[in-house]
T-cell receptor
Framework: DGGITQSPKYLFRKEGQNVTLSCEQNLNHDAMYWYRQDPGQGLRLIYYSQIVNDFQKGDIAEGYSVSREKKESFPLTVTSAQKNPTAFYLC???????????FGEGSWLTVV | GENVEQHPSTLSVQEGDSAVIKCTYSDSASNYFPWYKQELGKRPQLIIDIRSNVGEKKDQRIAVTLNKTAKHFSLHITETQPEDSAVYFCAASPGSNYKLTFGKGTLLTVNP
């Protein structure tokens, strides 16, 4: 678990601003994921990437964008098009052929 | 896509009692079923998982059962302790891309 680092842990965004959440892993994992969690709710998949320079939309991709230029990095941008971005964001990774998905510690995003 | 239903949404037990949480899934291609424990404000932690070629798996006080025909799987916690209090999530994945679909969670409270 300690091999996935998310930053910042807390972030405040003004309406109309884009913000980027960082996710870095040193586990040499191929696949990386972004999930969103709302209070009292489960985790919903935003985007995922199975290989460098490739990514796919999850169930709630609208208003978000990602890039995967390096194996260890998968940043998430919350754009102004995301009308209700206040949530807990979790990054995760897994080694292809492996069993366990590891989560970062999460980032809290609040719109002010 | 996959749909995972989880019940109950809240569960309160006395210390020492057993707790059972049930999940159903819709996609017959799913073959990997992990369970996560999440404490308030923290990341989900994997507690046990099962693959579709196994019907039951145990790890000390925790067990998971899987019925592929009925497309449901369950988490069993025996001899519950106050530190078991948390939100528990089930999830399902087809395995090919490790794209997890989560249930909405069960808030377990173990009363001393």
């Amino acid at each position: 678990d300690g091999g996935i680092t998310q930053s910042p842990k807390y972030l405040f965004r003004k309406e109309g601003q884009n913000v980027t959440l960082s996710c870095e892993q040193n586990l040499n994992h191929d696949a990386m994921y972004w999930y969103r969690q709302d209070p009292g709710q489960g985790l919903r998949l935003i985007y995922y990437s199975q290989i460098v320079n490739d990514f796919q939309k999850g169930d709630i991709a609208e208003g978000y964008s990602v890039s995967r230029e390096k194996k260890e990095s998968f940043p998430l941008t919350v754009t102004s098009a995301q009308k209700n971005p206040t949530a807990f964001y979790l990054c995760a990774s897994v080694q292809t052929g492996g069993n366990t998905i590891y989560f970062g510690e999460g980032s809290w995003l609040t719109v002010v | 896509g996959e749909n995972v239903e989880q019940h109950p949404s809240t569960l309160s037990v006395q210390e020492g009692d057993s707790a059972v949480i049930k999940c159903t899934y819709s996609d017959s291609a799913s073959n990997y079923f992990p369970w996560y424990k999440q404490e308030l404000g923290k990341r989900p932690q994997l507690i046990i998982d099962i693959r579709s070629n196994v019907g039951e798996k145990k790890d000390q006080r925790i067990a998971v059962t899987l019925n592929k025909t009925a497309k449901h799987f369950s988490l069993h916690i025996t001899e519950t302790q106050p530190e078991d209090s948390a939100v528990y999530f089930c999830a399902a994945s087809p395995g090919s891309n490790y794209k997890l679909t989560f249930g909405k969670g069960t808030l377990l409270t173990v009363n001393p």
